[in-house]
């Protein structure tokens, strides 16, 4: 997927509590990390709520800590945000998706914390393999 006017996305790690997790701690469950995408956006290209909207498509928000086969705490549905007029767009795209869904919203919009960029061959792993995602088994 290309969205015209995002400059990079950034597969990582964020809002728990471990320095440079690796893939493998952040699947533990343990580091209170989610995964993440930071996006490095053009504003003069693309509105940041266009990015929400691209969020909605592609990206289940009903399901608590799961996305697709993957589930536990670090694939809740999150959006991470850097200021204040972003926690508002988010919140009210939140209300305004919540009406084309058949069940309730819990995708969370919390401040951004530090971002853990994964490891290398996360990176644009959809691109590279062709697979809709990447699995490790639970330990």
């Not at 469950?29 to 909207?53: C, F, I, M, Q, W």
Request: with cysteine.
């Amino acid at each position: 997927m290309h969205v015209p006017g995002v400059v990079d996305a950034v597969s990582g790690y964020t809002g728990g509590q471990t320095t440079s997790p690796t893939y493998y701690e952040v699947c533990s469950g343990r580091t209170g990390h989610a995964e993440a995408v930071l996006v490095t956006y053009d504003p003069n290209k693309v509105s940041y709520e266009k990015l929400l909207e691209e969020f909605f498509r592609h990206h289940d928000p009903t399901t608590p800590n799961r996305q697709g086969p993957d589930v536990g705490t670090q694939y809740r549905s999150a959006i991470f945000t850097y200021d204040a007029d972003q926690e508002r767009l988010a919140k009210e795209s939140l209300e305004a998706y919540s009406s084309r869904f058949s069940r309730q919203i819990v995708t969370e919009v919390v401040p951004a914390t530090t971002f853990w960029p994964a490891e290398q061959y996360h990176q644009r792993y959809v691109e590279r393999t062709g697979q809709a995602a990447c699995h490790v088994a639970n330990w």
